[in-house]
């Protein structure tokens, strides 16, 4: 008779390497890119915690990572290290597992409407067949189960009352600008807000490229001023001593969704504090940073009235609990019948997600 023994299982322990190559792509996104101040301060931990030994030192790990392609000399005076084009990827998916867990590549447009079509790969459950239905959506057993129940055999075959077709919920594509603000109040009071605002933009980035790869995302930073940005500058965004011109921000995503040919046109807009900067026509700005300025305040809803005219919703993430700030999302968000979050660093990416796989409104 054959016998078993089972002892506890323990996952094996992370390589060196694996170990440190985590914290340092956390500390290389906490600085901007600046490999060489991640590399000191993972220096710092490793005399605080031992995270190297003597049969794997710091030297050894910085000789592997440029090895593995992650790592170049920076050839500018400053001289040092600085990343190459290869942690775009390893930033992107280690934020999209940190933020939302692994996930499996999905089909092209994956966004479910209200509508009936045939732009899906899941069935809806069976209807009678319509002339037009594509053969390849015949439900064969229902259709089988109905010409016995109507014939007493299969001997007559099948007519068109006994077939029925699979039927597919419509999805469609959509076009995505996501606006990340950078104003100095995104790292005032000593707590770091835009790192998780950077997070979730390269996870989301992952997140549609696997899943929904028919549509489209841009990005978007505002400050005194908006402009556009690549996906490959996300990791390198550094907070400036700006404003928040909410307005610039919103206008430029507008004009990047105006130019996208799908109807399904969305802002999500990260933000942590109230508008309090508005650009002159002479090039000047006008800013207030004292209370909820009139003239900024009207203007700002005055734009969530128009993208809600142009169809086009915003969904704001509000990383703030002050109740002054939060009724002004309320007023913005009622004019643009978009979506609130009123959150935190901590959760702000699982909401983001959630709202954009589920598509529905939901204010908390």
Not at 247 to 274: F, S
Request: net charge neutral.
């Amino acid at each position: 008779m054959e016998s078993y023994i089972f002892t506890e299982y323990r996952e094996p322990d992370k390589k060196p390497f694996d170990r440190l190559f985590s914290i340092f792509m956390e500390l290389l996104l906490i600085s901007s890119g600046d490999a060489d101040e991640a590399l000191d301060w993972l220096s710092e931990l490793d005399e605080k915690y031992s995270l190297t030994d003597s049969a794997y030192t710091m030297e050894d790990f910085i000789e592997e990572l440029k090895s593995k392609g992650y790592l170049q000399k920076n050839p500018s005076e400053k001289g040092g290290y600085k990343p190459t084009p290869k942690t775009d990827s390893v930033f992107r998916t280690k934020a999209l597992n940190d933020l939302f867990g692994k996930l499996k590549k999905g089909s092209p447009g994956n966004h479910k409407t209200p509508f009936w079509g045939n732009n899906s790969n899941e069935n809806e459950g069976v209807r009678p067949y319509e002339f037009g239905d594509s053969a390849d959506r015949f439900a064969f057993t229902e259709s089988l189960k109905n010409a016995w129940i109507n014939n007493g055999n299969l001997n007559t075959g099948l007519s068109a009352r006994d077939v029925e077709v699979y039927e597919q919920n419509y999805s469609t594509s959509a076009a995505t600008v996501l606006m990340i603000d950078i104003s100095h109040s995104m790292i005032l009071y000593g707590e770091d807000r835009i790192t998780p605002a950077k997070k979730v933009a390269l996870a989301l980035a992952e997140f549609i490229k696997r899943k929904y790869p028919k549509d489209s995302l841009d990005f978007i930073v505002f400050g005194n001023e908006a402009r556009r940005i690549e996906l490959k500058d996300l990791p390198y965004l550094q907070v400036g001593p700006f404003h928040t011109n909410t307005v610039a921000g919103l206008e430029a995503a507008e004009d990047i969704l105006r130019k996208k040919k799908t109807a399904d046109k969305r802002i999500i807009m990260i933000t942590d504090g109230k508008p309090t900067c508005l650009k002159e026509a002479d090039g000047s700005y006008y800013k207030n940073s004292f209370g909820l300025d009139e003239r900024i305040l009207n203007k700002t809803l005055h734009l969530a009235l128009d993208l809600r005219r142009k169809k086009i919703k915003v969904t704001t993430f509000m990383i703030a609990s002050d109740p002054y700030l939060q009724e002004f999302v309320r007023d913005f968000t009622e004019l643009n019948k978009g979506k609130a979050y009123y959150t935190s660093p901590d959760n702000l990416g699982k909401m983001i997600f959630e709202d954009f796989e589920k598509n529905r409104k939901k204010n908390l």
